[in-house]
């Protein structure tokens, strides 16, 4: 055999090695290889894309959309400044509900692992604060303080009213008469059963509705002295939503209809405080998603994913970098996607148009000055005629009272999503005012399409460390 045979025997060899390796890998992965594979072929990658014809191509049009946007980022910062703020006004109780309270802003982060009834809530000034003390939001009761935080100081656990073992007392009142009583008083706390085809709604229960002596009428809250609660008086005249008297086939079922979607709707809330504890007042949060130093500089390379379906591309930055699965994408003031499946050196963007991404949003209705939690967003992927982003959304609230069955407005991320901030920009929908399972069509800015230069949201932790 000569020497050329023998060099070209060796190389199938190893060929064929690689081959059946990457076979196996792809059968049953192996972190530690797969990192190593990822850090030994990241040069390559990376040089295949710089030289790659179509990329040079496309370039000027990529750097005018970077350009656009650039130009337009501080009118979106700026915009999401005024959205906080809106949001905040929005959370605080009407002025006969602030009487003899101290009010401490707080922003939903996100679910307690493993807890889905309770949420893990950031906010203003812990000062003061304390287990028991109540959580609203506007004139609406959420729950309470179930814990401080032992390890991050701004953060504390609420524990909400659809727990299984949360109880409150409330009373009902006449719809009409606002003033006037209906029955005795009641406990609320839990979910109640869902009738069959409501898989989509959530109730709040009335438990031993035998003596309640009524079926219909506003809920608020009304705590017994008897229970001992040290700050319960504190959440008297909230909120719970409005009773009802549904039949079933063995017998009637009262429920609560809550005026807030508790699965994922929670975004800014209100922690209620004696005012003797730190003096009366407001603490609300600033704004920090724009903070330099909660995002990483990355590139967008070429297509991370072959599926036709998916509109997802490949990052430069990995775990070296400091990114993380599940983490905003954006350039400016404008969400481009999420982190998929990071690598040690790259990552995979799950676009908006990339079916099964999950998104916490939030709506600035035209003409309205209040913002609206929508809840989550589900992609169904992007329409291929006008290049629309096709959401499904399960609105559990009425989006507005008598209204028109449509209204045009703004979309934003909302908070209580991790690795999401909240102010990005999503896009403009119509949404349908009732409840019920609807899809939207969301028209984003053509130009986010066209970046190469993004960035990667590291959280509020980084930029706090920095500062």
Known sequence: MTPLARILSRRRTIYLVLLLVCAGLSLRPVPAVERGL??????????????????????????????????????????????????????????????????????????SRGHLDRVEVRVA????????????????????????????????????VTGSDFYVGAEVFDDAARDALIGRPVIVGGLAAELPDSEHELHLAVHDPSRRGARAGRVVVRELEAYGEAYAHLAD??????????????????????????????????????????GPGEEALELDTFVAASWVRVQGLTRGDITPAREGRLLSGGLVAGVSEGSAVAFGAHL??????????????????????????????????????????????????????????????????????????????GSGEEGVPRGLVIGRAELPTTRGVHELRVVQDPEVRELDQLYVWRGHGVAEAAR
């Open 125 to 160: 000034d812990r000062t003061g604060l304390a287990a028991g003390m109540p959580v609203v939001t506007g004139d609406a009761y959420v729950g309470r303080v179930a814990a401080l935080d032992r390890e991050d100081a701004a953060l504390v656990l609420v524990e909400l």
């Open 336 to 413: 481009v996607g999420r982190v998929g499946e990071v690598g040690w050196t790259t990552a995979d963007l799950r676009g908006l148009g990339d079916p099964g991404l999950r998104l916490a949003a939030l709506a600035q209705v035209d003409g309205d000055p209040v913002p609206r939690a929508l809840g989550e967003l589900v992609a169904l992927g992007r329409d291929r005629d006008d290049g629309s982003l096709r959401f499904r959304w399960t609105a559990r609230v009425e989006l507005e009272g008598g209204g028109p069955e449509r209204v045009g407005a703004l979309l934003f991320t």
């Open 237 to 278: 005249g909230f909120s719970l939503g409005r009773m009802e008297t549904v039949p079933r086939k063995r017998a009637e079922l009262t429920r609560i209809v809550p005026e807030l979607d508790f699965k994922s709707g929670l975004f800014q809330v209100v922690v209620l405080a004696p005012d003797e504890d730190a």
């Open 38 to 111: 990822d850090v030994l072929f990241a040069p390559t990658r990376a040089l295949a894309v710089l030289v790659a014809p179509l990329r040079w191509l496309r370039m000027p049009k990529v750097h005018a959309a970077e350009r656009d946007l650039y130009a337009r980022a501080e009118e979106g910062r700026s915009g999401a400044v005024e959205l906080l703020a809106a949001e905040q006004r929005a959370a605080l109780p009407s002025p006969a509900l602030r009487q003899g309270r101290r009010l401490v802003h707080g922003e939903v982060i996100r679910r």
